[in-house]
């Protein structure tokens, strides 16, 4: 089944305490993404990724750092994570970067708090 | 000012009802405009996207972009309470590769 998986869904943690939330897909997709979901701010992008080695800011990038050395994978890693990180996050894959009409797809979330 | 408005909601419409959600737009460089749908403790999926002013129809869906006005319309047909879910608009622009989402409507379809 072609989908994209995250890693873990649910997650409390503390100030400071690094963590790694994975995301993979398997349909061999270029583009890969990460957003951040707040009430009454809607997506917002975190970093995106057009291929391999090729990573790129999004909206709200500070606090994050990510990854791209297989295709699969595009994990989002928080070095200190804070309470204003506190938010559901969505990892999403496309075809190509051009987003406008090739679909993005959405992992299942992961909603992290932060103590 | 928001690159992209939308009212939050809920909307709370009978099932049948036709339902119009908006959002309006601050930049016009933004090309491309999609919709979005989002069910609970789910990831968004798309449902339409267009280019050019004008609606694009596909089922109950109807999509409608004014450029000149910066304001997109999404309107059901015969609304179904499986169409119950959060409904997110986009903007995307190409130079820059600039996507934008609103901050989604509530939309509740009662039997």
């Known amino acids: 089944e072609a989908q994209v998986t995250q890693n873990p869904r649910y997650l409390i943690t503390v100030t400071g305490k690094k963590l790694t939330v994975t995301c993979s897909q398997n349909?061999?997709?270029?583009?890969m993404s990460w957003y951040r979901q707040d009430p009454g701010l809607g997506l917002r992008q975190i970093y995106y990724?057009?291929?391999?080695?090729?990573?790129d800011k999004g909206d709200v990038p500070e606090g994050y750092k990510v990854s791209r050395k297989e295709k699969r994978n595009f994990p989002l890693i928080l070095e200190s994570p804070s309470p204003n990180q506190t938010s559901l996050y969505f990892c999403?894959?496309?075809?190509?970067?051009?987003?406008?009409?090739?679909?993005?797809?959405f992992g299942p979330g992961t909603r992290l708090t932060v103590l | 000012q928001k690159e992209v408005e939308q009212d939050p909601g809920p909307l709370s419409v009978p099932e049948g009802a036709i339902v119009s959600l908006n959002c309006t737009y601050s930049?016009?460089?933004?090309?491309?405009f999609m919709w979005y749908r989002q069910y609970s403790r789910k990831g968004p999926e798309l449902l339409m996207y267009?280019?050019?002013?004008g609606n694009k129809e596909d089922g109950r869906f109807t999509a409608q972009v004014d450029k000149s006005s910066k304001y997109i319309s999404l309107f059901i047909r015969d609304s179904q309470p499986s169409d119950s879910a959060t409904y997110l608009c986009?903007?995307?622009?190409?130079?820059?590769?600039?996507?934008?989402f609103g901050a989604g409507t509530i939309l509740r379809v009662k039997s």
């Open positions: 999403a894959s496309s075809p190509s970067g051009q987003v406008s009409y090739n679909e993005q797809f």
């Open positions: 349909m061999n997709h270029e583009y």
């Open positions: 990724s057009m291929n391999v080695e090729v990573t």
């Open positions: 930049n016009s460089a933004f090309q491309y």
């Open positions: 267009t280019y050019s002013s």
């Open positions: 986009a903007v995307f622009m190409e130079y820059g590769n600039k996507l934008v």
